[in-house]
């Protein structure tokens, strides 16, 4: 008796979701890689009378670029996961999208303001000094506003996507959750005139956030999303 043998059938798992999951890590990532040298430069440029120091304006300008590519970054975490969040709750997700949206005008709102102090130094003679004054100042509120309340937002809503979806380990979001209104606190304690940006209690508030976002995108880019009802018809078998 002959046996024959059968050919062997390889199937292969194609998940879509692994390249959005992929995507928005590499970008939450980048906006930490930009955001923290872009605020160390800013931070030694910049005197406490809103004065910008000489011999800086190249900081500056790398600082400007710096924050640009933050707020792209932070607009592409949110279009990366958009595909993949909407399916747990398409409200939030629409919101992230829109929270990040903003978030970037006002970072490139301050990042204009700050590169106009460099035209006016050196291109300008004898400006108002008070003129390069007010641009600092405008930059300091936006920093405020975008990476500080917006960021509380962005935490807020991907934070709850992604704890009800369970797409990552729920002790992530869970520190975003957290950190959240800490950080919130902090920044209307800021626009109240009760401690300044830089103080140790924002510095203190910031941390659940910063360890939160350092944390998702992590996963994302290394580990990819979890297994989840949200995606569980997106995984397909040839």
Known sequence: MTTIARPTVTRVVHDPTRRHARAAGLFYLLTFAASLPAFVLIGSAVNPDLTVAGGHDTQLLWSGFLDFINAIAGIGSAVALYPIVKRQNQSMALGLVTSRLLEAAIIMAGVVSLLAVVTLRQDVAGADPAVGQALVAVRDWTFLFG????????????????????????????????????????????????????????????????????????????????????????????
């Open 147 to 238: 990476p500080g309340f917006m960021a509380c937002f962005n935490a807020v809503l991907l934070g709850t996507l992604m704890y009800k979806s369970g797409l990552v380990p729920r002790v992530i979001p869970v520190m975003g959750l957290i950190g959240a209104p800490l950080l919130f606190a902090a920044n209307t304690a800021t626009l109240l005139g009760h401690n300044e940006q830089t103080s140790a209690v924002t510095m203190l508030a910031t941390v659940p956030i910063a360890f939160w976002e350092l944390s998702v995108g992590t996963w994302m880019l290394v580990k990819g999303f979890k297994p989840s009802p949200v995606t569980a018809n997106l995984t397909k078998v040839d």
